[in-house]
């Protein structure tokens, strides 16, 4: 008997409030055989939340490389397998991208299950023109690299949109203070 390929789902989780997460996604996590997840325990609060059983298995920067293989030939065998981050779209800054594009490759369905984004949350309560706009991620951890990317973007005619950690926000809101200066509108 011939199988078909599963499906990966890319979920996009809570970015703090638990009830945002959509009804299709509950379903979608109910029903997969695996949950691959960038911080297990992270994610196990979400599913006791919402009551899915769901195994998980964690799949983060420091192994995904790892993972990928196992994780397609599960997919090639018909195993269902949802794809989260801890808040928000997985891949925008966060893991996935190695799953997706391995998927891909090996013509596994990947379905996207919308929902909260950080970046468009913020994008949409900014102000900020909303027409045109660039995410450039986490900058350089580094003020130097820091200061040197933001200079490449210093003439882009868009709303540019950033991620920071919180131990760095300080420094970086000092830099970019001081490469866009007084009269370059910004919202944290």
Same mark, same amino acid.
């Given at each position: 008997?011939? @199988?078909?390929? %599963?499906?990966?789902?890319?979920?996009?989780?809570?970015?703090?409030?638990?009830?945002?997460?959509?009804?299709?996604?509950?379903?979608?996590?109910?029903?997969?055989?695996?949950? +691959?997840?960038?911080?297990?325990?992270?994610?196990?609060?979400?599913? @006791?939340?919402? %009551?899915?059983?769901?195994?998980?298995?964690?799949?983060?920067?420091?192994? /995904?490389?790892? &993972?990928?293989?196992?994780?397609?030939?599960?997919?090639?065998? !018909?195993?269902?397998? $949802?794809?989260?981050?801890? $808040? %928000?779209? *997985?891949?925008?800054?966060? #893991?996935?991208?190695?799953?997706?594009?391995?998927?891909? /490759?090996? !013509?596994?369905?990947?379905? *996207?299950? #919308?929902?909260?984004?950080?970046? =468009?949350?913020?994008?949409?309560?900014? %102000?900020?023109?909303?027409?045109?706009?660039?995410?450039?991620?986490?900058?350089?951890?580094?003020?130097?690299?820091?200061? &040197?990317?933001?200079?490449?973007? &210093?003439?882009?005619?868009?709303?540019?949109?950033?991620?920071?950690?919180?131990?760095? =926000?300080? +420094?970086?809101?000092?830099?970019?203070?001081?490469?866009?200066? *007084?009269?370059? #509108?910004?919202?944290?």
């Amino acid at each position: 008997m011939i @199988r078909e390929n %599963g499906v990966l789902h890319v979920v996009a989780t809570p970015i703090g409030n638990l009830g945002d997460l959509s009804q299709r996604a509950i379903e979608v996590l109910r029903e997969a055989d695996l949950i +691959a997840a960038e911080d297990t325990r992270h994610t196990a609060r979400l599913l @006791r939340a919402h %009551g899915i059983e769901t195994p998980c298995i964690a799949v983060h920067e420091h192994n /995904e490389r790892e &993972k990928v293989p196992r994780l397609v030939e599960r997919l090639q065998q !018909g195993e269902s397998i $949802a794809l989260v981050s801890d $808040a %928000g779209t *997985p891949l925008l800054s966060d #893991p996935g991208y190695h799953l997706v594009r391995a998927a891909i /490759e090996a !013509g596994i369905q990947v379905v *996207p299950v #919308p929902g909260p984004s950080a970046l =468009i949350a913020a994008l949409s309560a900014s %102000g900020l023109p909303t027409d045109r706009f660039c995410f450039e991620g986490f900058l350089p951890a580094k003020s130097t690299a820091r200061r &040197k990317r933001l200079e490449e973007l &210093k003439q882009a005619p868009v709303t540019l949109i950033f991620y920071e950690s919180p131990h760095r =926000i300080l +420094a970086t809101l000092d830099d970019l203070a001081g490469v866009f200066g *007084p009269d370059r #509108p910004m919202v944290l």
